[in-house]
């Protein structure tokens, strides 16, 4: 299984950026997240969603942040408007995914995208 994150960048404070994650290799995932974290930080849940479709976020996102999903790309994406220098970080996907390969379940990072967020 690979997840591979894309749609990172610099942008300027109230910015938005829209991150996409696609997972390969997979048969089925269940909830795809989004995490971020910041040098000397625990990783953060920043959002969630199920397959069906609920959602999750962090309070510091909510009214700001959207993930959604497209269930037959096994693809996650993350909007992200009115972007704050604190939203800075590397933001990684993480899903559970049964594995074409092993044909068993397991949990998945991808390698990260950077969002800097700066005037």
């Known amino acids: 299984v690979q997840l591979q994150a894309s749609g990172g960048g610099l942008v300027r404070p109230e910015g938005s950026l829209r991150l996409s994650c696609v997972a390969s290799?997979?048969?089925?995932?269940?909830?795809m997240n989004w995490y971020r974290q910041t040098p000397g930080k625990q990783r953060e849940l920043v959002a969630t969603i199920t397959r069906r479709g609920s959602t999750n976020y962090a309070d510091s996102v909510k009214g700001r942040f959207t993930i959604s999903r497209d269930n037959a790309k096994d693809t996650v994406y993350l909007q992200m408007n009115s972007l704050k220098p604190e939203d800075t970080a590397v933001y990684y996907c993480n899903t559970d995914a049964y594995s074409r390969l092993t044909l068993s379940w397991g949990n998945y990072w991808g390698p990260g995208t950077l969002v800097t967020v700066s005037s």
């Open positions: 290799g997979v048969i089925s995932v269940n909830a």
